[in-house]
Nanobody, 122 residues
Framework: QVQLVESGGGLVQAGGSLRLSCAAS????????MGWYRQAPGKQRELVAG???????TYAVFVKGRFLISRDNAKNTVYLQMNSLKPEDTAVYSC????????????????WGKGTLVTVSS
């Protein structure tokens, strides 16, 4: 089993940057596909970025090259670097993990963190 704790959210001006971290405990992440998701109030949760156990990333179209997902398996941590932030990026960002390798895709994910709030002001 995997426990995930996100950090790094906060209030930032439009055009600014934040780096989110997802620290895992309970199991090593070396064999787990990981993802960052976000959900704004009244909107559906959506995949922002995913990364395979081998480090291959996947990004949502709305990222447009602004975000970068990475992982450090030695530290049991996954990161989401967010640059050129826009007000529409405001959401609760959650980290998720599969129980093992990517397998059939990023749905379903097996473990979820509680999320960290990102607010982008204009």
């Amino acid at each position: 089993q995997v426990q995930l704790v996100e950090s790094g959210g906060g209030l930032v001006q439009a055009g600014g940057s934040l780096r989110l971290s997802c620290a895992a405990s309970g199991s090593t992440l070396s064999r787990n596909a990981m993802g960052w998701y976000r959900q704004a109030p009244g909107k559906q949760r959506e995949l922002v970025a995913g990364i395979t156990s081998g480090g291959i990333p996947t990004y949502a179209v709305f990222v447009k090259g602004r975000f970068l997902i990475s992982r450090d398996n030695a530290k049991n941590t996954v990161y989401l670097q967010m640059n050129s932030l826009k007000p529409e990026d405001t959401a609760v960002y959650s980290c998720a993990a599969k129980a093992g390798p990517l397998g059939g895709g990023y749905s379903p994910m097996d473990y979820w963190g509680k999320g960290t709030l990102v607010t982008v002001s204009s």
